[in-house]
């Protein structure tokens, strides 16, 4: 039973173009939402997050959109990098009360170049 | 640059065996989380430490259980392995009291595999 999906498992983009990876969720319940990312050997890098009380966060090249209605949240990586390329966790969490996460599955970008 | 270390790498057990694992978290990071991360899924949450007490617990059995010392370093022990516990295991350490907001650092992870 997967609360936070993620339902691309890989995506490739040209350099200097977007990258959008999206994430859905079940729990209405989730309040507060994240974006990592992994390169390989290495742990979660944090990037972004949301929390539910906004629809959007901007931080340089990157974006997050949050769509409460439809449980949905999409990254937006504008212009895409070569070093961009890594694993991309979404994760989201009730309340702020600890950091129990559920994380999705993730999704591999490849910026190409 | 995290400064949240690991180890050790990588692990070897087979099943029925004990293992502990340890991380050294970032001076001054009062809180510790605990990640199972299986192959091809995201980091699954175990439990998490502030100032040596578990304030928080994933839908892990007691098996599964931790210490958090006063030097930023913790210990994630599993007992009576099952070949289902191989996995990634993955530490966090952040600055506050280990809410939602508090940005976490990872290290590299210690990969168990259970034979």
């Known amino acids: 039973d997967q609360q936070v999906k993620q339902n691309s498992p890989s995506l490739s983009v040209q350099e200097g173009r977007i990258s959008i990876l999206n994430c859905d969720y079940t729990n209405s319940m989730f309040d507060y939402f994240l974006w990592y990312k992994k390169y390989p050997a290495e742990g979660p890098t944090f990037l972004i997050s949301i929390s539910s009380i906004k629809d959007k966060n901007e931080d340089g090249r990157f974006t997050v959109f949050l769509n409460k209605s439809a449980k949905h949240l999409s990254l937006h990586i504008v212009p895409s990098q070569p070093g961009d390329s890594a694993v991309y966790f979404c994760a989201a969490s009730v309340g702020n009360y600890g950091q129990n996460f559920v994380f999705g599955p993730g999704t591999r970008l490849s910026v190409l170049p | 640059e995290t400064g949240v270390t690991q180890s050790p790498t990588h692990l070897i057990k087979t099943r029925g065996q004990q293992v502990t694992l340890r991380c050294s978290s970032q001076s001054g990071h009062n809180t510790v989380s605990w990640y199972q991360q299986a192959l091809g899924q995201g980091p699954q949450f175990i439990f998490q430490?502030?100032?040596?007490?578990?304030?928080g617990r994933g839908n892990f059995p007691p098996r599964f259980s931790g210490l958090q010392f006063p030097n930023y370093s913790s210990e994630l022990n599993v007992n009576a392995l099952e070949l289902d516990d191989s996995a990634l295991y993955l530490c966090?350490?952040?600055?506050?009291?280990?809410?939602?907001?508090?940005?976490?650092?990872f290290g590299p992870g210690t990969r168990l595999t259970v034979l």
């Open positions: 966090a350490s952040s600055l506050g009291f280990g809410t939602s907001t508090d940005t976490q650092y």
């Open positions: 430490y502030y100032r040596e007490e578990e304030n």
